[in-house]
């Protein structure tokens, strides 16, 4: 039986996806132990963040086996936590 990866990997996994799907040329040992904000210092559109949550979605219910709601809530999570900055929120009308 296969083992679920460890959180380090995890996160390792997630966050270097996350640069790959917005564009930027950055990885994870990049940002590791940044002490600051750095997730405000990129940008992705809300499509990439579609895309993203979306495939985090699938990473967990398929190498870490969690079930489709958790799967949904540890990919929310994730985007809130280390998500970087949407680019093209439409601005309200006043």
């Known amino acids: 039986m296969a083992r679920r990866p460890t959180p380090e990997v995890i996160v390792r996994t997630i ?5 790959e799907i917005a564009g930027h040329n ?13 997730f405000q210092e990129w940008t992705m559109t809300e499509a990439q963040n579609k895309e993203w949550v979306d495939w985090m979605e699938k990473y967990f219910k398929k190498e870490c086996k ?15 936590m280390w998500g970087l900055k949407i680019s093209d929120l439409k601005q309200k009308d006043k």
Not at 15 to 19: C, L, T, W
Not at 26 to 38: F, L
């Open 15 to 19: 966050i270097n996806k996350m640069f």
């Open 26 to 38: 950055v990885v994870y040992d990049d940002i590791v132990g940044r002490q600051d904000a750095w």
């Open 66 to 80: 969690y079930y489709v709601k958790v799967a949904k809530t540890e990919a929310a999570m994730c985007s809130l």
